[in-house]
Every structure is written in C-alpha cells, then in structure tokens.
C-alpha cells in the first residue's frame, strides 16, 4: 500500500509541477524540465532506496523470480537486503543471491554438493 502512496505522491507533484508553472505562469518550459525531473528522480530514488525499505517495513510490494530449473528453499532479510536460496538440482549447489538496494554490488555465494533435500 505504501508503494502506491509514494507513486501518487510523485505522479500530484508531477501534475502540481505542470499546471503551477505551465498554466499558472505561461512558463512551459519549465514546467515540463520539473515535471521530468520530478518523475526521473522519483524513480530513481525507489529503485536504488525506498523499494526495500518500503517492503521491508512497511509491507510494499517487490517480485522476485526464481530462475528456471531451480527450487526455492527460503529468503531472509540482512539489514535492508534480501537474500534468497535456491537450489539447483541438475548441478546439486545451492545459490545464495543478494537482492540490494538498486541492483547494486549484489552478492553470490554457491554451495557445491549441497543435497539440501536428502535425508542426512
């Protein structure tokens, strides 16, 4: 739900940009360099801050796919990161992935010979 709070905050702001400097003052070309900026940095500020935080904390909305050929086994949050398991049976590693902020600097750790489902 927070999610859709923050995207009509930024589409109003959007709108408020256009018809304030657009309509009111005569001075489109401001209002649409405003309008542009104010949607490019509201997307840019979600995509590399407020998506997790937001799913995290205040139950947002985020999808995570896992890759074809593999079975998810669990996810756990570390800070604001996600990480998820997967295990790959054709190959028997199990992939640990980071899900950061933004994409970026995303960790990988591989398990070889994991046998996560076999009976020890």
């Known amino acids: 739900m927070v999610t859709y709070f923050y995207w ?3 589409i109003g702001l959007t709108i408020f940009s256009l018809f304030a400097f657009g309509i ?14 104010i949607l490019l940095l509201g997307s840019l500020a979600y995509f590399f801050h407020f998506q997790q935080i937001f799913v995290k904390h205040w139950g947002g909305v985020m999808t995570v796919s896992v890759p074809e050929g593999q079975l998810h086994m669990g996810a756990t949050w570390k800070d604001d990161h996600l990480w998820i398991e997967n295990y ?23 398990i070889k010979d994991c046998n996560p489902l076999q009976g020890r």
């Open 88 to 110: 790959d049976p054709k190959t028997n590693t199990c992939h640990f992935r980071e899900y950061s902020k933004g994409a970026v600097l995303e960790g990988k750790v591989l």
């Open 8 to 10: 009509a905050i930024v």
């Open 24 to 37: 009111q003052l005569k001075q489109w070309k401001i209002g649409i360099i405003s309008a542009a900026s």
